[in-house]
């Protein structure tokens, strides 16, 4: 009877999950192009090529900048808009919707609304940068501003999760002990940074590993933004790129997913032994 | 107690509270706390709605420009009239409609198959006996950690073996396989009294009725929200589709939608490609106006149990 019940679902997951993981490290081991009958075993050589060359240094640089800003960035102004939440005023039932929409809308459609608002000839940044006499910087052809530019809708799309998931922790503190800290004079900034944010912890924790896991996975912005990845080109476009693109080196693009998988697993393994020894205050 | 708290002798005295902490309601409209209210709660919300509506509106005015009212160095914010030839030009340079059947059934299929596995394998984890359920229930939270991008080429390589590229079945079968879903209905069937099971079972109730007839009707909250996250996930779906499908008859909208960008590069297509965007964005948005509550529960869902 459980196998009746379970069974579909756990030989999906087994082969659509599981196996590619192994796949990979398999794949990985080949000089092997992609739609090619043949392929040579190579060992180490991807990863060694990778390693070695610049596209190492490139690719594993533009991973860290993107996850540090996005996660850091998100995590910030989704705090600050989670207090504006958390006070008592009328319409924050709405506002919440509202910042929490982006989150669930698609990526592509998005972007490409993103990339019109950017565009330095027609777009509306353009026109209030003339307003203030200035020049559109070439958003899409510098490849550090192509950066900076995904970035920026990264968070724009993402901010309302954390806000929503703060806002929640912040009504689950204790208000017997906040209102202690009132009591003993403590004004709301001092609060904030000596009560509310220590008991934010586990929040801020929880945050921390979703919010990277998932800017490590980011893909939807890059592709449609900047389809070359010129400047934007982290671990998960890389493989995508080297696979998909002009190219078609599968085996190399293997060796790159199996990097990028270690990086997730580091990040899930840190969750699993934090979230066991978990701060609890009350 | 510290030395700033006041001190009330007097036992029949209402509850000891710091006088300060109740002057806002004491004098709800003092111009200080007016402004207070304004500063610190008004602006940084309507600053923060603004943010995420203006981009959305402006796609949207966007979509009924003429190429004229784009194209021009003096911004122009309203259009002249509701102009659709936008979405006629989107409509024919590519077969929009036949994305927008193409996600429709994506979406259908895949969600209402999801659903079903994910009640199936969660009844089963919870109520049915068998060996190792704890080491299986494992398994499956782990597959919620493996990110499905890594799996993007090997499941191609499957995929296009079996001849399904280029396919819907193509398409939706990869993704089949939830264990988000598993996970939260697990999670809500372990809430569920076990008496009312019980009582069905004695009279006589096999596993499959009590699903259907006892735990699936009182669990349609938790089944609304993963079918709905699921719904916005599967639409949303670009980097398989993307993979999978090189020819126009079987794309999604998001790969449709790449397929426009491509051919609308010069400035004059930006009211074409937010009409594009808009036939993207607005289904997802009108489902999220209308039962946000869930949505937002269940992509949320794990902050709160840590």
């Not at chain 2, 969600?111 to 049915?128: C, H, M, N, R, S």
């Amino acid at each position: 009877m459980f196998l009746a019940l379970a069974l579909p679902n756990l030989v999906l997951i087994a082969v659509f999950t599981y196996r590619p993981l192994i796949s990979n490290i398999y794949y990985s081991t080949l000089d092997w192009t992609l739609g090619s009958a043949s392929a040579t075993v190579v060992g180490l050589d991807n990863y060694v090529t990778f390693f070695s060359s610049n596209d190492a240094t490139k690719v594993l640089g533009t991973t860290a900048v993107f996850t540090l800003v996005t996660v850091g960035g998100s995590m910030i102004l989704g705090l600050l808009i989670a207090l504006a939440l958390n006070s008592k005023v009328r319409g924050t039932t709405f506002a919440r919707s509202a910042v929490f929409a982006p989150y669930v809308l698609s990526g592509v459609g998005v972007g490409l609304v993103w990339l019109f608002i950017f565009d330095p000839g027609y777009g509306v940044l353009a026109w209030i940068l003339r307003g203030l006499g200035q020049q559109s910087p070439q958003w899409i052809n510098d490849p550090q501003l192509s950066l900076v530019m995904v970035i920026l809708v990264y968070i724009w799309k993402n901010l309302g999760y954390c806000a929503v998931v703060y806002l929640a922790g912040l009504q689950s503190l204790p208000q017997d002990v906040m209102e202690a800290a009132s009591l003993d004079g403590a004004n709301g900034f001092r609060r904030f940074v000596s009560m509310s944010i220590p008991l934010l912890s586990p929040t801020t924790f929880f945050l921390l590993i979703t919010s990277m896991l998932s800017s490590l996975q980011a893909f939807d912005l890059i592709r449609i933004m900047t389809p070359l990845g010129t400047g934007t080109s982290t671990l998960i476009y890389e493989a995508y790129l080297q696979a998909f693109g002009a190219f078609n080196r599968a085996g190399y693009s293997a060796s790159i997913s199996v990097i990028l998988f270690a990086i997730l697993l580091v990040v899930t393994l840190l969750q699993l032994r934090f979230v066991e020894r978990k701060v609890h205050y009350s | 107690m510290s030395s700033l708290s006041p001190v009330n002798p007097d036992p029949s005295a209402p509850p000891l509270v710091h006088p300060e902490a109740f002057v806002p309601r004491e004098r709800p409209f003092s111009a200080r706390n007016l402004l207070q209210t304004i500063v610190g709660g008004y602006i940084p919300l309507v600053v923060a709605t603004m943010v995420v509506f203006l981009p959305l509106l402006w796609m949207i005015l966007s979509s009924l420009k003429l190429p004229g009212e784009i194209i021009t160095t003096d911004l122009q914010i309203l259009p002249d009239s509701v102009n659709v030839e936008n979405y006629n030009i989107a409509m024919t340079t590519v077969p929009f409609a036949q994305f927008f059947i193409n996600s429709t059934i994506v979406t259908v299929v895949g969600a209402t198959v999801k659903v079903l596995l994910a009640i199936l394998t969660a009844y089963a984890l919870v109520f049915v006996r068998f060996p190792f359920k704890n080491a299986i229930f494992i398994l499956i939270l782990v597959a919620l950690m493996v990110p499905p991008q890594v799996s993007i080429l090997p499941n191609y390589i499957l995929i296009a073996g079996m001849g399904g590229k280029n396919t819907l079945w193509g398409i939706i079968l990869p993704g089949l396989g939830t264990a988000f879903g598993t996970f939260l209905l697990r999670q809500h069937f372990l809430t569920l009294p076990a008496s009312i099971l019980e009582s069905a079972e004695i009279d006589g109730a096999g596993h499959w009725r009590r699903l259907w007839q006892i735990v699936v009707p009182v669990s349609v909250p938790s089944i609304a929200t993963v079918a709905l996250v699921t719904v916005v996930s599967e639409w949303n779906e670009y980097i398989w589709p993307l993979i999978i499908t090189d020819r126009p008859e079987t794309m999604t909208l998001p790969v449709g939608l790449t397929l426009l960008q491509n051919s609308e590069s010069n400035a004059s297509g930006w009211g074409i490609l937010m009409a594009g965007a808009v036939l993207v964005i607005v289904p997802i948005l009108v489902i999220f106006a209308a039962l946000q509550r869930y949505i937002v529960a269940g992509l949320t869902q794990g902050s709160v149990t840590g």
